[in-house]
C-alpha cells in the first residue's frame, strides 16, 4: 500500500527542510491508512477494547525533503504473532522516486488492563485480515 502525504510548511525547520520528527508522524499517518485499506480500521480495534502501542520506532533519513513536496509512503508488514507487529515504511518523493527515508515500527495489542492481548482469540477477524496482509506483503517483497 502506498500512502500520500504532502509536505506542510509547519513541519519545515529553521533550514527550510521538514523536521526529522515529522517523518514518524507520517509512519503513523501511513500505518493508520494501511490498517483502513486492510479492511479493520484503528478505530474498530479501540472500540474492541484493544490498543496497539508502540515498542519502537526506527528512522534512517537518506535525503531532505521540502516543504510542498508530495511523499508516496510504501508500507508493509513484516511480521505479525498474533500480540506483536512489524510495520516498514518506504518515503519516496513521487516526482523522483528518490528515497527520503525508511523506518519501521514495532507494536503490539493490548486490552485496556494493559495485558497482551492474543488477537486470533480476542478478535479473530482483525488476525485474518492481518494474516493476509502479511502474506501479501511478503510476496510482494520476494518478487
Request: aromatic share 12%.
Amino acid at each position: 500500500m502506498v500512502y500520500t502525504h504532502q509536505a506542510q510548511y509547519y513541519e519545515t525547520d529553521q533550514m527550510g527542510i521538514i523536521h526529522h520528527s515529522n517523518y514518524i508522524r507520517w509512519m503513523e499517518e501511513a500505518r493508520i491508512a494501511y490498517m483502513d485499506q486492510m479492511g479493520f480500521p484503528y478505530r474498530a480495534v479501540e472500540e474492541a477494547g484493544i490498543m496497539s502501542p508502540v515498542l519502537s520506532v526506527q528512522c534512517e533519513y537518506r535525503s531532505m525533503t521540502y516543504f510542498g513536496d508530495r511523499i508516496g509512503i510504501e508500507v508493509s508488514l513484516r511480521s505479525f504473532k498474533g500480540v506483536k507487529y512489524e510495520i516498514a515504511y518506504v518515503m519516496r518523493d513521487e516526482k523522483t522516486g528518490e528515497v527520503r527515508a525508511e523506518g519501521v515500527s514495532k507494536h503490539c495489542y493490548l486490552k485496556k488492563d494493559g495485558k497482551p492481548s492474543n488477537i486470533k482469540k480476542d478478535l479473530p477477524a482483525l488476525y485474518e485480515k492481518m494474516m493476509l496482509a502479511l502474506e501479501a506483503d511478503v510476496k510482494k517483497d520476494s518478487e
